[in-house]
């Protein structure tokens, strides 16, 4: 038994000596999160308009008056001067959306008239046709 002992560390002593490496733990590859775009970063990086409504006010005392925020992109704009929404050179982009914005609730607007004023049902309960037919009776 001494000789296999002295065998191996006769070995040993004649082998180069190493210090034990310390290792770590490997812990998984660490990923950084993509960051979650929004639709406004979305259509940028494609190129393409925005315009999103971000907010809606109504006065609770009288209904008929509100206010909407709107959110929209350069390409957005560039739209709008294009198809002739800008009156004056320099005009700030929310009076061009604003013109928009208009326009667009005018259309709404005339064609929820327009489809009314199709209906024969509806044209003939119009108060003026009412009156027209009504017969007395004695």
Request: proline letters at 7%; glycine letters at 6%.
């Amino acid at each position: 038994m001494k000789d296999f002992l002295k065998k191996l560390l006769g070995a040993a002593q004649n082998s180069p000596v190493t210090a034990p490496v310390a290792t770590t733990p490997r812990s998984k590859k660490e990923r950084t999160p993509k960051p979650v775009l929004t639709a406004k970063e979305i259509a940028n990086e494609k190129g393409e308009p925005y315009i999103n409504i971000v907010g809606f006010n109504l006065d609770p005392d009288d209904l008929g008056s509100g206010a909407f925020e709107l959110d929209w992109n350069d390409k957005f704009i560039t739209n709008l001067v294009r198809a002739g929404y800008q009156i004056r050179a320099n005009e700030p982009e929310s009076d061009i959306v604003d013109r928009w914005f208009q326009e667009i609730c005018r259309n709404v607007v005339l064609e929820y008239y327009e489809q009314e004023q199709a209906d024969p049902d509806i044209r003939r309960m119009t108060k003026k046709n009412l009156d027209n037919g009504r017969t007395e009776i004695s």
